[in-house]
């Protein structure tokens, strides 16, 4: 990798911290603006922010493969740089919004806008062997995981100021990224490895499938990878309902624990990926951190104590480890010239995850906390049997090392055309 990439894998790293961090500054001051807006109605406010998030995710859904394709297309860094300049806009569009229509608008261009994040991780793949795209992907990994940390509490206390200056500072850095791109962020994807032509059948959620089930091995990868996620939306759902439900915890508690996860699963992701893989390869590295992240769920929900909730936050985190490795794994079984409606197609798995997930949860947790079916740890039981689904899976379809490693050794990537 030449010292200009690494300033262009810097800037993409950048440009992901940045995104993340907008995004957690904007959290703390959304509803309460939502609730001004309706006049302090809880339950309307409830039903529009369930509105937003649900729109977000559909934006992400449907978009993400449209943007993964043109990146192959035309390149990653149009792209990347036109996905910046959107953000800042729809920043500033919450910030000066005079009604909830123009909420409404912000956060379909905040799906639409980052909807791009896959071709930021395309362009890992394009410059970054595939030995090491396991430690990349983890070090990418981390940035969210700082981003969940740092920004909510920026957001908190800017907006203890004024409740729409979060957005301002967030649409800032938005644009001042998009600008230093311009003159930093080089193409990683050469003329010669982009697609010919677009084809547009395949740029949508049900025609990415096409390329997912290119190869028995990518389908199945694929499939571990939406269980993952769909088990994930148990924290964006549940995870502070059971915690006061069953230990009584404060907003203080409940602030610590989530510090604690995210400091974790940045550690994890950042420091523990590159060693474990280098000991471990990436296969067992993967099924190590599924097999931790199901039992680190299935202690979730007996835990009978807030100590045991801990050890069990502890041991989840290494699922860390499964996330980049599994990612690593499903780039190596499509040509360079698919990387970014690969990344197109995970993000829309990601976002049917987003849709449904919170949906699956949080029924369950209703329905075992009602009066004859007092099972309040049902929903960590559920997360845990998918994400045991995802390891039985992930075992069997990367099971024959003969077979993979003679295609690796060969060169031979299975691509669409060749498996259609």
């Known amino acids: 990798m030449t010292n200009k990439h690494h300033a ?10 940045l995104g993340m961090l907008a ?33 977000f995710a559909l934006m992400q859904f449907f978009f993400s493969p449209v943007l993964g394709m043109l990146s192959d297309r035309y390149g990653r860094r149009p792209v990347v740089l036109l996905s910046n300049f959107g953000l800042a806009f729809d920043y500033m569009i919450m910030a000066m919004a005079p009604s909830l229509r ?41 940035t969210y995981g700082v981003g969940f940390i ?21 649409g800032a850095a938005s644009l001042l990224n998009a600008c230093y791109g311009l003159f930093i962020l080089p193409e990683s994807l050469t003329p010669q490895r982009r697609q010919r032509r677009l084809a547009w059948k395949n740029a949508n959620p049900i025609g990415v499938l096409r390329l997912l089930r290119s190869h028995a091995e990518l389908l199945g990868l694929a499939s571990v990878s939406f269980l993952a996620y769909l088990a994930y939306e148990i924290y964006t759902t549940v995870w502070i309902l059971y915690v006061m439900y069953r230990f009584g915890w404060d907003q203080r508690m409940i602030g610590m624990a989530l510090a604690v996860v995210g400091v974790l699963s940045i550690v994890c992701s950042a420091v523990l990926v590159g060693p474990v893989v280098a000991r471990l390869g990436e296969r067992r590295t993967m099924l190590t951190g599924l097999f931790f ?12 104590s807030s100590i045991t909730f801990f050890a069990a936050i502890a041991i989840t985190a290494l699922w860390q480890l499964a996330l980049p490795t599994l990612q690593s794994l499903m780039t190596q079984r499509v040509s360079a010239s698919e990387q970014g409606e690969l990344q197109g197609a995970i993000a829309s798995l990601r976002g049917i995850a987003m849709i449904i997930g919170p949906q699956i949860f949080a029924s369950t947790f209703a ?23 995802s390891f039985v899976i992930a075992m069997y379809v990367t099971g024959d090392k003969k077979r993979h490693k003679e295609r690796v050794d060969s060169g031979f990537v299975p691509t669409r055309a060749k498996a259609m």
């Open 23 to 55: 995004f957690g500054i904007a959290l703390p001051p959304f509803p309460k603006l939502v609730s001004e807006f309706v006049g302090g109605n809880t339950a309307q406010s409830s039903e529009y922010l369930g509105l937003f998030m649900t729109t």
């Open 150 to 170: 740092v920004g909510p509490a920026i957001g908190g206390w800017l907006s203890l100021h004024n409740p729409r200056l979060p957005f301002w500072i967030a």
């Open 367 to 389: 329905y075992f906390i009602s009066r004859g079916h007092h099972m309040p740890g049902a929903p960590w039981y559920l997360a845990a049997l998918l994400l045991a689904i």
């Open 8 to 17: 262009a894998v810097g800037f993409i790293f950048v440009t992901m911290l």
């Open 102 to 142: 123009w909420f409404l608008l912000g956060r379909i261009l905040s799906g639409l806008s980052s909807s791009s994040y896959s071709t930021a991780t395309a362009y890992i793949s394009d410059v970054t062997a595939p030995e090491k795209r396991s430690k990349a992907f983890g070090l990418l990994g981390a």
């Open 293 to 304: 992240a199901a039992a680190g769920f299935a202690i979730y929900g007996s835990a009978g």
